[in-house]
């Protein structure tokens, strides 16, 4: 069975569920965020490290320091890369 939409507004629905969201996140305690790596049996930086990565891919910002790596050993890997290319 197929339904129709009526005046949906996608740029509107996406802001507000973007809104959302971060108001979560913002909100979330350290124990929200070790409870929730503990009921989905991942840790937080490796979460942190994968929310990054779909940052970069959905802004397009794949040349991005790792965050989790010292600044120093970041600008490192960028300049051996450049060289490779």
């Given at each position: 069975?197929?339904?129709?939409?009526?005046?949906?507004?996608?740029?509107?629905?996406?802001?507000?569920?973007?809104?959302?969201?971060?108001?979560?996140?913002?909100?979330?305690t350290?124990?929200?965020?070790?409870?929730?790596?503990?009921?989905?049996n991942?840790?937080v930086a490796?979460?942190?490290?994968?929310?990054?990565?779909?940052?970069?891919?959905?802004s397009?910002?794949?040349?991005?320091?790792?965050?989790?790596?010292?600044?120093?050993?970041?600008?490192?890997?960028?300049?051996?890369?450049?060289?490779q290319?």
């Amino acid at each position: 069975m197929a339904y129709t939409v009526k005046n949906w507004e996608p740029q509107i629905e996406l802001t507000r569920l973007l809104a959302a969201l971060a108001e979560e996140i913002v909100a979330a305690t350290p124990e929200d965020l070790h409870l929730a790596s503990v009921l989905a049996n991942r840790s937080v930086a490796a979460a942190a490290k994968e929310v990054r990565e779909l940052i970069a891919t959905a802004s397009g910002d794949q040349d991005e320091p790792d965050l989790g790596l010292p600044l120093a050993e970041a600008a490192r890997r960028r300049e051996h890369c450049a060289r490779q290319h």
